[in-house]
């Protein structure tokens, strides 16, 4: 195992780290689960008695017939649900609009630019709306030759025909394969050809600090590239009406179909197909250790009750229709949280629920879409950035829509304390009751000025630990009933066995630095890499048998919370989202500049970590300082940018005539760490082929 890169919370921090906080009394009392003691009870029947405890839980949702058996598991090939079928689009939409919540806001959607007269653009998307022009869209999608089990990519911005291009592909059993929209057309081209994807949905372009970005022109791009071309349909929704997106008609002998005409043409009726519990639901690429990014793939059922049930309990939410709160249903042995059936006349509060992600990463795909909406919790989308036009946007949302839910990463609560608490003052953020993180390790200090200044020092912190691969909430505080340490993930979900071991698979001491392993199966656990068996089971089901290695190091306390301690692979996570080396190293040897290069992060102050390249150029390596060199540095780094997309771009490109390597060959990466992080080198240094080497980086 290499060791876990530390995360600029320094591990020595997190050690002293005593402050705790247990959940507000009056927050607790009405919470879904309520005590210490009531999870504790739930997780080992979770555990002891997985069929009967995910049976109960199943039956919230809708199924069009029930499973013959809860879990058939043979490592690392489980079947949830088997025999079951369900549709997820129908238990997002359907049910509610069956259950006479049509009406009931469903998404609540805000443009990042402001109206003629200065006010917010927002629409209010009702279960019975969405369901409607969902219903048109898949009706668009057969039209264009989708059928079920075929790869649709998606590419576009922040706005709720995104969400609607999911749940169409959900509602006729077709793949979706979202891609971020920030992109390149690189890595549209790879996961276009690696899914086999014959249809794209995008749109013209997306609004980022007022820019237009150019979704379609990058489609476009791409599908020139080698093997893209396979590509027949692209359905466009025509976001910016910017009239330089390239747009040449199928009929007109092009690719493409104008959504205003094409969905808006179809009828609003479109029977859900009735899907068997693991068909496939869609697949997700995330780096890995290799250039090659993993198609992740998740399947109907389990994902379907996982996104329901972790969004349920993480953040605590009541939606439309729950009516009172388990403490008020006397005599009721149902799950705490089970909503029982819909009472229309309820008063009871609903959430309002913001999570900042993108669709394009499975935060959104979860946490915005499919885990909220079977929820019956209004979901809000934005469409821009945090800073545009200024830097309170996010309260101002949070203020208007009166949030009270709310998830971010923290990269963003780094960047807010930086640009300075008057942004935050200015607003009423008084209703907000749980705030959650996700992506990356949070330290202490951004964790206490979360909670200080977002939260009122009252609201509950959840800083949630999972993957792509997990589909949803793994290690997580639970608001009511566990209580919070800063920097902390706490403890695991309900359905969830988790446990530090060593390098030989025998478990970890308390506190002692291991591997992170889940040794049990969970519904919204991944079913494979699309394509390749083979590396699905040696990266995540070889170090210790039988068990999930995430490659993610960390430890348990004497209280039993876990703490994450980084990535344990070759990926780092910047600003929360995975890179993979090698990814980052094939594109610079993309250059013509480049004959090797080697890519390692470094504690970054905002974003987590931060990308160090160091370059060996072909030819002469430029002058130190020199004008020349920044030049070359400064088109290193904006060829990154075009060839992965923005967020790969190197913050550090130091060029150097050598890397370090040991004599039998191994790039000394800690020691590359070291000087990037501009750290005395401590790394042994004697096993290395040139040790002349070193003060070559460090320019001495
Ligand atoms: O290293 C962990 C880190 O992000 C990785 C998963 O990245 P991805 O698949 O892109 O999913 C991100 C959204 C779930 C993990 O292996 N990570 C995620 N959440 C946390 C975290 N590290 C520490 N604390 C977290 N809460």
């Not at 995360?7 to 005593?18: A, G, R, Y």
């Not at 923290?410 to 200015?426: Q, S």
């Not at 630990?465 to 909430?473: A, K, L, N, S, V």
């Not at 987590?608 to 130190?624: E, L, Q």
């Amino acid at each position: 195992m290499a060791a876990p890169s530390p995360s600029p919370s320094n591990t020595e921090t997190m050690l002293q780290e005593h402050r705790s906080f247990p959940p507000p009394p009056a927050f607790a009392a009405g919470a879904h689960l309520s005590s210490i003691e009531q999870y504790e009870a739930l997780h080992a029947r979770s555990l002891e008695d997985p069929d009967g405890f995910w049976a109960e839980v199943a039956a919230d949702l809708h199924w069009f017939r029930k499973w013959d058996r809860v879990l058939r598991w043979e490592a690392p090939d489980p079947v949830w649900f088997g025999g079951a079928k369900t549709n997820l689009c129908f238990n997002c939409l359907d049910r509610q609009v069956d259950a006479g919540l049509g009406d009931r806001p469903a998404i609540l959607w805000e443009a990042e630019a402001m109206g003629p007269d200065g006010a917010p653009i927002v629409e209010s998307w009702s279960y019975a709306g969405l369901l409607e022009e969902t219903s048109r869209c898949a009706n668009a999608l057969k039209a264009m030759g989708v059928k079920k089990g075929d790869v649709v990519t998606i590419y576009m911005g922040m706005v709720p025909q995104l969400a609607i291009a999911m749940l169409a592909c959900a509602r006729i059993g077709a793949v979706h394969s979202v891609i971020f929209g920030g992109f390149s057309a690189a890595a549209i081209a790879d996961r276009v050809v690696d899914g086999n994807s014959r249809f794209v949905i995008t749109c013209d372009g997306s609004y980022r600090r007022g820019r237009v970005v150019p979704l379609k022109a990058t489609v476009e791009e791409a599908l020139q590239r080698e093997g893209a071309g396979i590509v027949t349909d692209v359905l466009v929704y025509r976001r910016t009406r910017d009239a330089d997106a390239p747009f040449t008609a199928k009929a007109d002998g092009g690719r493409d179909h104008d959504w205003a005409e094409l969905v808006h043409q179809q009828s609003d009726d479109c029977p859900a197909e009735e899907m068997d519990a693991e068909d496939p639901l869609f697949i997700l690429y995330t780096s890995g250790s290799t250039g090659k990014p993993k198609g992740i793939l998740h399947t109907t059922a389990g994902y379907m009750v996982w996104a329901y049930l972790t969004s349920r309990l993480t953040f605590d939410l009541a939606g439309h229709g729950d009516g009172p709160r388990r403490a008020g249903r006397a005599g009721d042995d149902r799950l705490p949280w089970s909503p029982g059936p819909v009472d229309r006349q309820s008063d009871a509060p609903v959430d309002i629920y913001w999570c900042t992600a993108d669709c394009g990463w499975i935060t959104g795909h979860s946490y915005i879409v499919y885990g909220l909406l079977p929820n019956r919790v209004p979901t809000l989308m934005y469409e821009g950035a945090p800073d545009f036009p200024a830097k309170d946007r996010f309260w101002d949302i949070v203020e208007r829509h009166r949030v009270t839910k709310f998830y971010t990463a923290p990269t963003a609560i780094r960047a807010f304390m930086k640009w300075g608490d008057e942004h935050v003052e200015k607003h009423d953020l008084s209703t907000l009751r749980v705030l959650g993180t996700v992506g990356e390790p949070i330290n202490p200090e951004a964790w206490m000025w979360y909670r200080e200044k977002i939260g009122g020092g009252t609201c509950p912190i959840v800083d949630t630990w999972w993957q792509t691969e997990t589909g949803g909430h793994m290690l997580t505080p639970l608001p009511g009933a566990t209580t919070a340490v800063p920097g902390s993930c706490g403890k695991p979900m309900l359905g969830v066995s988790a446990s530090v071991v060593r390098e030989d698979g025998r478990p970890a001491g308390v506190n002692e630095g291991g591997m992170l392993v889940i040794d049990k199966p969970w519904p919204g656990m991944l079913r494979g890499i699309h394509g390749d068996r083979q590396r699905f089971v040696d990266t995540y089901w070889s170090a210790v048998e039988g068990k999930y290695c995430p490659a993610d190091g960390a430890r348990r306390d004497e209280n039993g919370n876990f703490w994450i301690m980084g990535r344990t692979d070759d990926v780092i996570v910047v600003a929360g989202h995975n890179l993979g080396t090698m990814e980052v190293e094939s594109a610079l040897v993309a250059h013509a500049r480049v004959a090797e290069a080697a890519v390692v992060g470094f504690p970054h102050e905002v974003k987590g970590n931060g990308i160090a390249a160091f370059v060996i150029p072909h030819g002469d390596v430029p002058a130190p300082g020199s004008d020349g060199e920044a030049a070359e540095r400064d088109a290193l780094i904006a060829h990154v940018g075009r060839e992965l997309g923005p967020i790969a771009r190197p913050d550090q490109i130091r060029f150097t005539p050598a890397l370090p390597k040991t004599r039998s060959g191994k790039i000394m990466r800690r020691l590359l760490r070291s000087v990037a992080a501009g750290e005395e080198v401590t790394s042994d240094v004697s096993t290395l082929e040139d040790p002349a080497i070193l003060d070559k980086l460090l320019g001495r």
